[in-house]
């Protein structure tokens, strides 16, 4: 550990990594760059935007039996949205990086070299990359420009450095491959984690985050449009973009100061089943419709649209719903991938899935607030997987690449959470329905149907008969193709 007096204020700045080679003032934001003989002033540096992370300096944690402390950040922002890097020190010597975005957190580790690293330009969502005997593959591709940084660094960064990174996953490991300085891309190497399984301490408060970003995080908050005047509401800290219901700007968030990015044409009004704010009571806790989109199918030769609603809790945080001709979906967005991610029959949780549909898809309509920017126009292509009532989806853009796991809910239980009257529609007939419902209303139907057909067509002797037994065909065809469906998922 160094202690030194800041060239600047005279306040002292603590390196307690030898490998530390900068380091921000927390006083006056000077950024100390050191040598082996001096350390020096080389400018401010923007303050980081306090975005309700629970992580600042000190926190300390463990990760693989070894305990850690955080002692630098950087935070870095890209055309949908920021995020944080964490700079951990171990016990040990080490060091890592502790990413933070959107409630998901990812520790790795450097290592000392990317050996057959593929040139930045030329990986896209979906590249593959092996590492140590694991095929991984291409999350996201992105240029980040460094916003603003504290604590201690191992490496010199300002106002306008750029990160150069591709991340990649397999299961729930995690590889970046950092392109941000010349020669050789740096490579990481770690997992995906979460904040209690590593026994974080020292983590902000609500009344912490509070006092220094100005609201409690995940409360609502309602401001002015910066476009129109008209009022929007938005979750504090958690969902940063917001699409005005009333002139339909895209507006960010990010900072105390509401900035339009881009305005869009009047859209209409569309009619949903839930509107915005409305608030579902979800396994005893309330959850807040806080943005819907409308998407429409392409490149598949069918019309077909459906309505997605993102529902956030501050406590348990985001997952969607999705509504498609009378039928829901509850989706959870997965920070851990299946294995054989890019394969016919991927593997998630020791459940094989079998490949169902591909197609695009087109967001045609937008409004309320969201943790990444979206916009009306954006496409991307989605592949389905099934298995024994679950889905396994894959979404990719140009940009990145993104898996969730969906559940069938009956429209009566939706109905139930936001005390609204949904009748389950989903029809027997439908290869897509429930294989235990398709047989009971077969049953059903077939009891009725022979209640009231029976007398006539023994009244009616052969003719009479045949129609009967074309008639039960007709009610148990549909179960039979939905059983050899549901076998084939």
Same mark, same amino acid.
């Given at each position: 550990?160094?202690?030194?007096?800041?060239?600047?204020?005279?306040?002292?700045?603590?390196?307690?990594?030898?490998?530390?080679?900068?380091?921000? +003032?927390?006083? +006056?934001?000077?950024?100390?760059?050191?040598?082996?003989?001096?350390?020096?002033?080389?400018?401010?540096?923007?303050?980081?935007?306090?975005?309700? *992370?629970?992580?600042?300096?000190?926190?300390?944690?463990?990760?693989?039996?070894?305990?850690?402390?955080?002692?630098?950040?950087?935070?870095?922002?890209?055309?949908?949205?920021?995020?944080?890097?964490?700079?951990?020190?171990?016990?040990?010597?080490?060091?890592? @990086?502790?990413?933070?975005?959107?409630?998901?957190?990812?520790?790795?580790?450097?290592?000392?070299?990317?050996?057959?690293?593929?040139?930045?330009?030329?990986?896209?969502?979906?590249?593959?990359?092996?590492?140590? %005997?694991?095929?991984?593959?291409?999350?996201?591709?992105?240029?980040?420009?460094?916003?603003? %940084?504290? %604590?201690?660094?191992?490496?010199?960064?300002?106002?306008?450095?750029?990160?150069?990174?591709?991340?990649?996953?397999?299961?729930?490991?995690?590889?970046?491959?950092?392109? *941000?300085?010349?020669?050789?891309?740096?490579?990481?190497?770690?997992?995906?984690?979460?904040?209690?399984?590593?026994?974080?301490?020292?983590?902000?408060?609500?009344?912490?985050?509070? /006092?220094?970003?100005?609201?409690?995080?995940?409360?609502?908050?309602?401001?002015?449009?910066? /476009?129109?005047?008209?009022?929007?509401?938005?979750?504090?800290?958690?969902?940063?973009?917001?699409?005005?219901?009333?002139?339909?700007?895209?507006?960010? +968030?990010?900072?105390?100061?509401?900035?339009?990015?881009?305005?869009?044409?009047?859209?209409?009004?569309?009619?949903?089943?839930?509107?915005?704010?409305?608030?579902?009571?979800?396994?005893?806790?309330?959850?807040?419709?806080?943005?819907?989109?409308? +998407?429409?199918?392409?490149?598949?030769?069918?019309?077909?649209?459906?309505?997605?609603?993102?529902?956030?809790?501050?406590?348990?945080?985001?997952? $969607?719903?999705?509504?498609?001709?009378?039928? @829901?979906?509850?989706?959870?967005?997965?920070?851990? @991938?299946?294995?054989?991610?890019?394969?016919?029959?991927?593997?998630?949780?020791?459940?094989?899935?079998?490949?169902?549909?591909?197609?695009?898809?087109?967001?045609?309509?937008?409004?309320?607030?969201?943790?990444?920017?979206?916009?009306?126009?954006?496409?991307?292509?989605?592949?389905?997987?099934?298995?024994?009532?679950?889905?396994?989806?894959?979404?990719?853009?140009?940009?990145?690449?993104? $898996?969730?796991?969906?559940?069938?809910?009956?429209?009566?239980?939706?109905?139930?959470?936001?005390?609204?009257?949904?009748?389950?529609?989903?029809?027997?007939?439908?290869?897509?329905?429930?294989?235990?419902?398709?047989?009971?209303?077969?049953?059903?139907?077939?009891?009725?149907?022979?209640?009231?057909?029976?007398?006539?067509?023994?009244?009616? %002797?052969?003719?009479?008969?045949?129609?009967?037994?074309?008639?039960?065909?007709?009610? @148990?065809?549909?179960?039979?193709?939905?059983?050899?469906?549901?076998?084939?998922?």
């Amino acid at each position: 550990m160094q202690k030194v007096s800041c060239p600047s204020c005279g306040a002292e700045v603590t390196f307690r990594s030898t490998a530390s080679v900068m380091a921000v +003032c927390d006083y +006056c934001h000077s950024t100390l760059l050191k040598d082996a003989e001096s350390v020096k002033d080389i400018g401010k540096m923007s303050d980081v935007l306090e975005d309700y *992370s629970p992580i600042q300096i000190n926190t300390s944690g463990v990760y693989l039996d070894k305990p850690f402390t955080v002692v630098g950040r950087i935070q870095l922002r890209y055309e949908a949205g920021f995020w944080n890097e964490w700079y951990v020190l171990f016990d040990d010597g080490g060091s890592g @990086w502790l990413s933070d975005a959107s409630g998901q957190y990812v520790m790795t580790l450097p290592q000392e070299s990317a050996t057959a690293a593929p040139e930045f330009e030329s990986i896209v969502p979906g590249s593959r990359y092996t590492s140590q %005997g694991t095929t991984f593959f291409a999350a996201d591709v992105r240029t980040a420009q460094c916003i603003a %940084g504290q %604590g201690e660094l191992p490496f010199k960064v300002g106002n306008g450095w750029q990160a150069k990174v591709a991340d990649f996953r397999a299961d729930n490991r995690f590889l970046t491959l950092d392109y *941000s300085e010349d020669g050789e891309p740096r490579l990481y190497l770690g997992r995906a984690v979460n904040l209690h399984e590593m026994r974080c301490q020292l983590l902000r408060s609500d009344d912490e985050i509070a /006092s220094t970003a100005g609201r409690f995080k995940g409360k609502t908050t309602a401001l002015a449009c910066p /476009s129109c005047g008209g009022g929007i509401k938005y979750q504090a800290g958690m969902a940063f973009h917001v699409v005005c219901p009333s002139c339909h700007a895209e507006v960010d +968030c990010s900072t105390d100061k509401a900035i339009v990015l881009q305005k869009h044409k009047e859209l209409g009004q569309v009619q949903t089943t839930l509107s915005l704010g409305d608030v579902g009571n979800i396994n005893q806790m309330k959850y807040n419709v806080i943005g819907l989109m409308k +998407c429409r199918e392409t490149n598949s030769g069918e019309f077909s649209e459906w309505v997605e609603y993102l529902l956030f809790n501050a406590n348990a945080g985001y997952f $969607w719903l999705v509504e498609s001709d009378g039928e @829901w979906e509850r989706i959870q967005v997965l920070n851990e @991938w299946p294995e054989s991610a890019m394969s016919e029959t991927p593997t998630f949780r020791s459940k094989t899935y079998k490949k169902l549909y591909e197609y695009g898809s087109v967001v045609i309509y937008a409004v309320g607030a969201f943790n990444w920017r979206v916009c009306v126009g954006d496409r991307t292509r989605i592949i389905d997987f099934g298995s024994e009532g679950e889905k396994l989806t894959v979404e990719i853009s140009h940009k990145e690449m993104g $898996w969730s796991l969906s559940k069938r809910i009956p429209a009566s239980t939706v109905g139930q959470w936001f005390n609204k009257p949904l009748a389950d529609t989903s029809s027997f007939f439908s290869p897509t329905g429930d294989k235990a419902f398709s047989a009971k209303a077969a049953k059903i139907y077939s009891i009725l149907f022979g209640v009231l057909n029976v007398p006539i067509a023994f009244a009616s %002797g052969m003719d009479g008969l045949m129609v009967l037994l074309v008639g039960l065909a007709l009610l @148990w065809i549909p179960v039979f193709f939905h059983e050899q469906i549901a076998e084939a998922e």
